[in-house]
């Protein structure tokens, strides 16, 4: 399994970035997907989930109606658009299988 998550980056608060995360090495379309993110403090918070065909998604509180989770399976990839994003939003992204992270993408929100 391999999940390689890009488009992070520095960002001011009210603004929006993109993320994608390419996978191979498992058949994508048959796995539910989530985000994951690792605070400065090190703690890790579960951001969003998705189901395999991309018709169910459930998302923490702190992100409803900011954050939208989407996959394309005939890219193998994820995405996770990101808006109005809060100081709070800064980690590093990680795209995740169950318990199996890659390379994640570091966003940083500030002024």
């Known amino acids: 399994v391999q999940l390689q998550a890009s488009g992070g980056g520095l960002v001011q608060p009210g603004g929006s970035l993109r993320l994608s995360c390419v996978a191979s090495?498992?058949?994508?379309?048959?796995?539910?997907m989530k985000w994951v993110r690792q605070t400065p403090r090190m703690e890790l918070e579960r951001v969003a989930t998705?189901?395999?065909?991309?018709?169910?998604?459930n998302y923490v509180d702190a992100v409803k109606g900011r954050f939208t989770i989407s996959r394309d399976n005939a890219k193998n990839t994820l995405y996770l658009q990101m808006n109005s994003l809060k100081p709070e939003d800064s980690a590093i992204y990680y795209c995740?299988?169950?318990?199996?992270r890659g390379q994640g993408t570091q966003v940083t929100v500030s002024s």
């Open positions: 090495g498992f058949t994508f379309a048959n796995y539910a």
């Open positions: 995740a299988l169950d318990d199996i």
């Open positions: 998705i189901n395999g065909d991309g018709t169910w998604s």
